[in-house]
């Protein structure tokens, strides 16, 4: 994966942080973003993150494993 690859959450994600289900569980599965970034280093160095994959919805962005998503074509 990398920046500007379309993707699908392929799995059940809930969050809380939706603008528009603001603290509500929101099941992110099945909605389509853009990658907007893979974290793989701080200031030079290498990082394993936990979600490293960060999506974003229009103006709302969250983070993801990589297994959580699919490419759509």
Do not use: C, N
């Not at 920046?3 to 809930?14: F, L, N």
């Not at 893979?38 to 990589?66: E, M, N």
């Amino acid at each position: 994966m990398k920046p500007g690859d379309r993707v699908r959450v392929s799995e059940s994600v809930q969050v809380f942080t939706h603008p528009e289900h603001r603290g509500q569980a929101f099941d992110m599965q099945g909605q389509e973003g853009e990658v907007s970034k893979v974290l793989d280093d701080w200031q030079g160095r290498p990082i394993s993150p936990t979600l490293p994959v960060v999506v974003a919805f229009g103006r709302y962005k969250a983070h993801f494993r990589a297994d959580e998503l699919e490419p759509v074509s």
